[in-house]
């Protein structure tokens, strides 16, 4: 079979060189014929010669570029895939940071809520030595009250003592 398709082609391309060579001859005839003087050249082609170097440019070109074809499709799935899997990377990096901001979120909740707890502490105490001064103080209010009150009645008793020592002129009767 392969010999057959060889001489197939052998005599096939021997017709295209046969042909080609009819085709030089017809346009060298055709610029002969042409006066000098004129504008428009007219280069007449045969329409078999065009589909036949059209298939044979073809044949030679399209077996690579379908070949590159494939190789640039699977190269698009592998970026494809590529770009998958870099999102995915990096929705979980993202995740991994939202988890280290949630720890220290809760870490720094920690850290507020002792300072709290130390701040009512501190409130409390507060309040009780507040509490305990507001008492002294009305003790040492009621003192200097009680105190002021003796010290009014001592000196009452003293003036009236005072005036009972006073020398009373005898009455004349």
Do not use: W
Request: charge should be negative.
């Amino acid at each position: 079979m392969e010999e057959e398709g060889r001489e197939a082609e052998g005599t096939s391309s021997q017709n295209d060189l046969t042909h080609n060579q009819d085709l030089r001859l017809t346009l060298q005839e055709s610029q002969c014929s042409e006066e000098p003087g004129s504008e428009e050249e007219v280069i007449v082609v045969d329409k078999e010669a065009v589909a036949k170097l059209t298939e044979g440019l073809l044949s030679h070109y399209l077996p690579d570029l379908q070949t590159s074809k494939q190789v640039l499709q699977e190269l698009t799935q592998n970026q494809v895939i590529l770009l998958d899997t870099l999102d995915q990377e990096v929705t979980k990096f993202r995740e991994c940071n939202a988890l280290l901001d949630l720890n220290s979120l809760f870490s720094e909740a920690k850290v507020y809520h002792n300072k709290l707890v130390n701040i009512r502490k501190e409130m409390m105490m507060i309040h009780e030595k507040t509490t305990k001064l507001k008492k002294r103080a009305l003790k040492l209010q009621q003192q200097k009250q009680k105190e002021a009150l003796e010290k009014e009645q001592q000196r009452e008793k003293e003036l009236e003592r005072e005036r009972q020592l006073i020398a009373k002129p005898a009455k004349r009767t």
